[in-house]
């Protein structure tokens, strides 16, 4: 499931409540350890509703109690539950990851654009008006897929990759032989 962090005590002698929160804030590493184990699993679904990918939602768990470990000054208890605060950490986390995978995915779009001189969504969109949904045929399927998913359905490179169950370095490397395939010789 998930990795409870390491290198820290068991929390089982912790008493739940206002005394747990001061004892996180001064840096208990056990009032840490039952925060994680109260809250964690609760985490960990509202994460999976935005991320459905499970090992990048259990990734993000851990990122996001590492957030809150270094952040642990910040919370006031008068200012919101603990579980809200958390919560907020956790989307913030969900957050930055997206837009830092749509910015990989854009500098991917743009090395591969800059191989073949062109705007390849511009150019497949072109394609496909000129030759139909089939214009992907002389490539393999996933990659006509993988093609479809990241340019005309805005998904990133990882999400696509996820989705076809490729590493995002193989999918790379092999839609841009794709592309040159779909090209012909002239480009290639």
Same mark, same amino acid.
């Given at each position: 499931?998930? +990795?409870?962090? @390491? ?10 409540? +206002? !005394? ?12 840490? %350890?039952? #925060? *994680?184990?109260? *809250? ?11 991320? +459905? /990918? ?25 200012? $919101?539950?603990?579980?809200?605060? #958390?919560?907020?950490? &956790? ?7 997206? %837009? ?15 191989? *073949?001189?062109? +705007?390849?969504?511009?150019? #497949? ?14 490539? $393999? ?6 093609? !479809?998913?990241? *340019?005309?359905? /805005?998904?990133?490179?990882? /999400?696509?990759? &996820? ?12 839609? %841009?032989? &794709? ?5 012909? @010789?002239? #480009?290639?």
């Amino acid at each position: 499931m998930f +990795n409870k962090p @390491t290198g820290f005590p068991k929390s089982d002698n912790i008493v739940f409540g +206002n !005394d747990l929160i001061i004892l996180f804030q001064n840096g208990s590493k056990t009032a840490f %350890v039952k #925060l *994680y184990d109260t *809250y964690a699993p609760s985490l960990l679904g509202a994460i999976s509703r935005i991320i +459905n /990918d499970k090992h990048e939602a259990e990734t993000i768990l851990q990122k996001s109690f590492g957030t809150v470990w270094q952040n642990r000054k910040q919370y006031n208890p008068e200012k $919101e539950r603990i579980f809200t605060w #958390l919560v907020k950490i &956790a989307r913030l986390t969900c957050s930055k990851l997206k %837009v830092e995978g749509k910015s990989k995915c854009n500098e991917i779009k743009e090395s591969i654009n800059l191989v *073949y001189a062109c +705007n390849v969504k511009e150019y #497949l969109f072109e394609k496909q008006r000129r030759e139909g949904r089939g214009f992907t045929s002389g490539i $393999e399927k996933k990659y006509a897929e993988a093609l !479809d998913l990241i *340019y005309f359905k /805005d998904f990133t490179f990882a /999400d696509a990759a &996820a989705h076809l169950n490729i590493p995002v370095s193989i999918l790379r490397s092999d839609l %841009v032989s &794709a592309i040159k395939k779909l090209q012909g @010789t002239a #480009l290639a």
